[in-house]
């Protein structure tokens, strides 16, 4: 893991939604506190029971939110994107971290103390709503997600899942192809299934023509069956 100063880039472009509320001054002060964090495929960015002390940028790559359950097995809450937002929930409620963060891929991750966090939100107004809308925006995303994993049967929790990381991540050049790729575990993380589940389903969305498979790379086919699948559940 390399840590560099981030006093030589545009921090505006970098953080712009976060950025344009603050006045010369508080910029100033932010961009005197970044640093820039590279992390590794599979690199652990904090663990769960944590104390949080950073709020985090994802600049590029992918990262998931993700907890361990019961036997040893994980549930993947949450993707983040490029640039989005995390690891500063538990701070503001004043706990640890319930959650684990883990890099997809390499990823650079921008990071500013939550100390100086509080010092702009006490002092701006606009700061303070930012995380408020990130924070709504967050648990509006949740409490879906709560919904989906729990009263939809298998086909209809995988079929949801792949339409969600095409929200997330996109597609590459070929409008078809999934712009991430998960090992067959974190898509039954993500689905809430066994992994045994997940490859069975992905074989029967394949032997169905809704899907293509090529290893880790998945090709959307029939986006409109797999939403109908997805909304019966």
Known sequence: MVKTNLS?????????????????EQREYLANHFTLQNYKKNEVIYCEDETPTHLMCLLSGKVKIYKDGVGGRSQIIRVIKPVEYFGYRAYFSD????????????SVICQIPMSVITTLVTQNNGIA??????????????????????????????????????ESYGLEEDGSTLSIYLSREDLANLSNMTT??????????ASERLITIDGRKIKIIEEEKLKKISKIG
């Open 8 to 24: 030589d880039i545009k921090v505006q472009k970098l953080i712009a939604d976060m950025w344009s509320p603050l006045n010369e």
């Open 95 to 106: 706990e640890d971290y319930i959650t684990a963060a883990a890099a997809f891929e390499p």
């Open 129 to 166: 709503m930012f995380f408020i809308k990130q924070l709504s925006k967050a648990l509006g995303v949740a409490d879906e997600r709560t919904v989906n994993l729990t009263q939809k049967h298998i086909r209809g929790r995988l079929a949801e899942s792949l339409l969600f990381l095409k």
């Open 196 to 205: 045994s589940n997940a490859i069975r389903t992905l074989s029967q969305f």
